[in-house]
């Protein structure tokens, strides 16, 4: 469960750069056509809101190594308690 969820962050953290770029190429051409500050403000707000979202995603990832390496001393320390 956990690795699938792992997985969607990423898959999610990437599908919304790619469309952030895309969209950002496209408001480009329409900031220099229309001359609308508008256009670009909302780019802003929408790096804003994938670098916030970036971030998250990065501590979340922390927190599952973090998970997985207690985890894994946790099973490390079982397996020696046998071996004595």
Do not use: P
Not at 15 to 35: A, P, R
Not at 43 to 64: D, G, H, P, S
Request: glycine share 2%; net charge positive.
């Amino acid at each position: 469960m956990r690795i699938g969820l792992r997985k969607s962050y990423k898959y999610t953290q990437i599908i919304s750069e790619i469309t952030l770029y895309i969209v950002t190429t496209i408001s480009s051409v329409l900031i220099l056509y229309y001359k609308n500050i508008a256009i670009f403000i909302i780019m802003v707000y929408l790096w804003c809101i994938v670098y916030r979202n970036k971030k998250q995603i990065n501590a979340k990832e922390k927190m599952y190594n973090a998970i997985e390496r207690y985890e894994s001393m946790q099973s490390d320390n079982i397996q020696c308690s046998w071996k004595i």
